[in-house]
Structures are given as C-alpha cells and as structure tokens.
C-alpha cells in the first residue's frame, strides 16, 4: 500500500499533512535525478501540490529570456486534484505561478479534472488550451481556451471544442503563416489516432469540419499513441510522442518522432532514453520540447513506481 498517497489523499489539508508529505517528495526527487544529466524542476511558492506536476509545455521570450510553462498539478497521480497552471521562470529550473493558482480550478470533487495543457503565442498574443475531462455526468472533453496580451493577465477560460469522451487529447497547437494547427490524439475501440486540424481562428470554430487523421510510421507493434508535444523548426516538425500499451498510459514511454509542416505523414525515430534508473521509472509521460537560441531542451515527465510525478530538464541532442 502507498501510505503517502493515502495519507496526503484523505488528509491532505492539513497544512501538517503538506509539509511532512512534500518534504518527503522532494528528497525522493533530487535522489531520482541525482548522477544523471536531468535538473530536476522545482516549483516555487503555492499551487503545485508537493511540487509533483506533469503535462509540461513552454514558451520562451527571447526579448525578457523569461520561459512560460503549462503543467497539470498531479500529486500521486490524483485526478481529482489535476488543474492547469501557468508558470513562469528566469533560469528554466524553477517556475512560480502568475496567478498563484489555476486558471481554472475544479475544485476536487468526482472523477472530473483538468489536463493536456499546451500553450501558443501568435505574434500578438498568448493562448493556452487545456481539457477538461467531464466524468461525473455526461462523459466528454472539452477543449478550453484561455488568452492573454502580456502573458501575466488571462482571461477565464472558455469552451470551444466539445467532443466525445477520449475525443480530444493532447493537443498540440502550431501557428504558421496565419493558420492555427493543432495536432490531437483520439481514442478508439482497438486504441488511438493522430488526428490534425487547420484553422483560420485560433477558437478552431471550424474543427469538426477540417478534422483529418494521419498517418504513423515505424509505430512499435503492441503500443498506441497516448500523448504528443510538436515543435517546428522552419519546415521541420519534431515530435514527442508518448506511447502505451495500453489506453490510460500503461507502460508509457517517450518517442522521438519527426515530420514536415504540411505533411500527412509521422515517422517514428527513436525511443528516448529518460536516463533515470528502472527501479524508480513506472511511465514516461507527456513531454516538452523547447528551443533557446541555438540550444534544445528536453523537459521529461515521469511517473515513479510509487506514483510521483515529476518534471526534470536536460539538453536534447538527439535533434540534428
């Protein structure tokens, strides 16, 4: 039995409670990453619970050098308690949040949650879509949208994508010569789909109508697509696909994937090696790709075999 998780689950309140339990995660994240080449991040004042997140995605501003990140805060993997944040940091490793909380918090209650954050600046403003799982009624997602001119101020989010449960995951957004693009994961019966949608308005007024799937290449037999992060490179796209055994993330492990701007197709090149020891890995989840000058990075999102979720960052130089 997972007595922390049990523990901070029932009791997690009481401000006793959140200290013992987040001093015990933090130390159990610096051994995790200690040795390695991965800087574990660290989350600074209120809002991520015991500094376990997941969902990572960023923006760098290269006139400030201040990087934004979305996660979802996930404390042992709780889902009741899984919000989107935004954050911002000066040196990469430690974030603080702009609003002291979620854009939007649920609240904790049901099986409902927040997730898949992914955020996108235009040239002229900022936009961060995230899912809201809907589990306690009817069962759907639904894509929510969230902007804001400086980065500092958002607006409350709201609802431009209602789909099917499992219909909308993931989602990637890309913005290139006035179009908004957004690459999605959906669900089926015998496992998943990658799934991209043009759009002339970054609220995809339009999506069910300009919805296509794509195709996958070297796809390792017995797994399915479960999360994506898509970065461009001029023409060039770099993916990182999270693939499962299995639908809810099962096995997870983390891919490196390449494509063209208007192509259909994905071709698998390698699985990245999360380069933490395999006594402490359970899944390697949705992560980010970011680019700073001339440098890529990795921000790495793993889950541990007691159900830790935390976010470390390296160089990425498997990108050519």
Known sequence: MNYAKAIYS????????????????????ELIFAG?????????????????????????????????MTVSNYPYGIERLEDSFILSSQDGIHFSNILNGAVQAYG???????????????????????????????????????????????????????????????????????RYIMYYVALTESGSKLC???????????FFDHRRELKIENLPEGNMLWHLNVAADDEKLHGLFTLSTGH??????????????????????????????????????????IKIENTWYLYQAICTKNDCWYIARRKFSEIC
């Open 36 to 68: 390695t080449s991965l800087e574990p991040v660290h989350f600074m004042g209120k809002g991520i619970a015991l500094g376990q997140a997941t969902h990572p995605d960023l923006l760098w501003d290269n006139k400030t050098g201040r990087l934004l």
């Open 10 to 29: 029932r009791w997690g309140e009481n401000p006793v409670v959140q200290w013992s339990i987040r001093k015990i995660s933090n130390i159990q994240r």
């Open 108 to 178: 904790g209650h049901g099986d409902s949650h927040f997730s898949d954050g992914e955020m996108l600046f235009d040239g002229k403003s900022y936009s961060l879509y995230y899912r809201f799982c809907e589990r306690d009624h009817e069962k759907k997602d639904i894509i929510f949208l969230s902007t804001s001119l400086d980065g500092n101020k958002w607006s409350s989010g709201k609802e431009i994508i209602v789909a099917n449960r499992d219909g909308v995951l993931s989602p990637a957004l890309l913005f290139e010569n006035g």
């Open 248 to 289: 809810g993330g099962a096995g997870a492990r983390l891919y490196y994937a390449e494509s063209q701007m208007d192509s259909d197709t994905w071709i698998i090149k390698q699985e990245i090696d999360p380069l933490v020891k395999d006594t402490y890995i359970k899944k390697v989840y949705r992560s980010a790709l």
């Open 196 to 206: 991209r949608c043009d759009s002339a308005s970054n609220d995809f007024q339009d």
